[in-house]
């Protein structure tokens, strides 16, 4: 196997577990959403039965139809966002497939090249990475700077891929000098450099 066809093997299961970590991610906001919606359901049924009662409270028939406007507006708001989800959900399950299908391309022999065709597939009407961009030559880089919850910023400026006690590391090393002063600090021993400058850095840039 050419040093070529390992690179581009590499980059594509760079991108398959991108894409698998993307899919986890956005699987828990989906959730979160259902269960969004579910508590609006409850406070709209518990606002439809409460209509009557505002309305004689208040008197007359116009808040009564002022409070019934509202609910029709929440709930046309909650469709909405149903239907909103629904489309995400499928959208999200067409990438997963199209990795899957790529994996497949690729185990069965057909090379890198063709298993890339179904990654970039995936990207249409969303595009590529702008070469200009940061981190767009830095796979790891580029995902750790651009998914939908980054963590935070790793000591030496670089997008994290790491977290730990709150922070961000983009690498082993760093990881472990945080740790490392984090536990001199807990000692006692402060004044431990956190970052000298010459750690290796596994996302494949210069932490200089």
């Given at each position: 196997?050419?040093?070529?066809?390992?690179?581009?093997?590499?980059?594509?299961?760079?991108?398959?577990?991108?894409?698998?970590?993307?899919?986890?991610?956005?699987?828990?906001?989906?959730?979160?959403?259902?269960?969004?919606?579910?508590?609006?359901?409850?406070?709209c049924r518990g606002l439809q039965d409460l209509v009557n009662d505002i309305g004689l409270l208040l008197g007359g028939d116009l808040p009564r139809q002022q409070v019934t406007q509202v609910a029709r507006?929440?709930?046309?708001?909650?469709?909405?966002?149903?239907?909103?989800?629904?489309?995400?959900?499928?959208?999200?399950?067409?990438?997963l497939v199209g990795n899957q299908a790529a994996w497949i391309e690729w185990r069965r022999g057909a090379g890198a090249e063709a298993a890339m065709t179904w990654v970039q597939n995936s990207l249409m009407?969303?595009?590529?990475?702008?070469?200009?961009?940061?981190?767009?030559?830095?796979?790891?880089?580029?995902?750790?700077?651009?998914?939908?919850?980054?963590?935070?910023?790793?000591?030496?400026?670089?997008?994290?891929?790491?977290?730990?006690?709150?922070?961000?590391?983009?690498?082993?090393?760093?990881?472990?000098?945080?740790?490392?002063?984090?536990?001199?600090?807990?000692?006692?021993?402060?004044?431990?450099?956190?970052?000298?400058?010459?750690?290796?850095?596994?996302?494949?840039?210069?932490?200089?």
């Open positions: 196997m050419s040093a070529n066809t390992e690179t581009e093997l590499a980059a594509v299961k760079i991108s398959l577990a991108s894409a698998e970590q993307q899919l986890a991610e956005r699987d828990k906001r989906v959730a979160q959403l259902h269960a969004q919606v579910g508590n609006w359901h409850k406070a507006e929440r709930m046309e708001r909650i469709a909405a966002l149903e239907r909103r989800i629904h489309s995400d959900a499928k959208i999200m399950h067409d990438v009407g969303v595009g590529v990475p702008d070469e200009a961009a940061p981190w767009a030559s830095e796979p790891q880089a580029w995902y750790s700077a651009n998914k939908a919850d980054p963590f935070p910023t790793c000591f030496c400026g670089r997008p994290s891929n790491t977290l730990w006690m709150g922070r961000g590391f983009c690498s082993d090393a760093h990881y472990e000098q945080g740790r490392a002063k984090a536990d001199a600090d807990a000692a006692g021993k402060t004044g431990l450099p956190l970052f000298d400058g010459t750690s290796p850095d596994t996302e494949g840039g210069s932490c200089d």
